[in-house]
């Protein structure tokens, strides 16, 4: 029997969250999806509280094990381990605390990651404001340069690039703008939060600039729906896509994950990953 050839493969540093809808269980669903073998190095624990208006607990994991984690998977498929597909994507997702954020950037100093994605989560909802603001400007100090490519939301990208954003225009330049402060590819999201009948997002990578387009799904943002574009650039890089292949492919990729949704007894709905099948 010929043996199957060695799919890509791609590690997901992310949070556990608990419906399943964002975090890293979206992220190895997204991976699955798209042919590639997903490995999660966990960082927290997200809960939803039904009981506080859907608000997040937020539990860190220890950072010895954040560590031990990191180390078990460059042994088992980083460059030196002989595995015959070598890890060199990687896709960063919430990391929740400054001392977190301290362990992954030794972590990618070592150089063995070629790819670094991007998904700058800022401010969960269960820190308290000090924390969470600590944490924002260590990301933007720590992690935002070893990245090589970002996928900020509405938000994050008015919080990286230090300008307003109100239109097609003003989420150009703060693609420009972000990728002059991090060198990264830039996949700006305006999403539902712009109007107009097309949820647009902006790329940017120091010579092609190009909006992506696709018509709204509804007027409200869906779980899962930055986890999982993120994770589908990550996808995609890890098979060799180019940067610019990666972001088509991914908005594709959550535009139909939106428009076949899943809901749920909470106040939002989810992506699903297999939406384009």
């Known amino acids: 029997m010929t043996s199957a050839v060695a799919p890509a493969i791609a590690l997901t540093i992310a949070g556990s969250e608990a419906t399943g809808g964002a975090g890293a269980q979206a992220d190895l669903k997204t991976f699955q999806e798209l042919g590639v073998f997903g ?4 960082t927290c624990i997200v809960s939803f509280d039904p009981q506080d208006n859907w608000n997040h607990r937020f539990v860190p994991v220890d950072q010895q094990v954040i560590a031990d984690q990191l180390e078990a998977t460059t042994a088992a498929y980083g460059p030196a381990s002989g595995a ?6 990687v896709k960063i997702g919430m990391l929740g605390s400054p001392a977190t954020i301290c362990t992954v950037e ?16 800022l401010i969960c909802k269960g820190q308290e404001p000090g924390h969470a603001l600590d944490t924002d400007q260590a990301l933007e100090a720590q992690i935002l340069p070893l990245a090589t490519f970002v996928t900020p939301n509405h938000f994050e990208a008015e919080s990286l690039s230090g300008l307003q954003i109100t239109d097609e225009e003003s989420l150009k330049d703060a693609a420009i703008r972000i990728h002059e402060i991090s060198g990264a590819a830039v996949l700006a999201k305006g999403g539902v ?28 943002a869906v ?29 594709a ?7 076949n949704r899943v809901a749920s007894g909470a106040p939002f709905d989810a992506l699903w990953q297999g939406g384009s099948r």
């Open 193 to 220: 939060r712009l109007e107009g009948a097309d949820a647009v997002d902006v790329y940017y990578d120091g010579e092609t600039l190009e909006v992506l387009r696709a018509p709204k799904v509804g007027d409200v």
């Open 84 to 89: 015959p597909s070598v890890l060199d994507t």
């Open 106 to 121: 030794r972590a990618l100093a070592d150089g063995v990651f070629a790819n670094v994605v991007l998904d700058p989560v």
């Open 253 to 259: 990729f959550v535009t139909a994950g939106i428009a």
């Open 39 to 42: 490995i999660a190095n966990l």
């Open 223 to 251: 779980s899962g729906a930055g986890c999982s574009l993120a994770a589908a650039v990550t996808a995609e890089l890890a098979k060799g896509a180019t940067p610019l292949e990666a972001a088509r492919t991914a908005k």
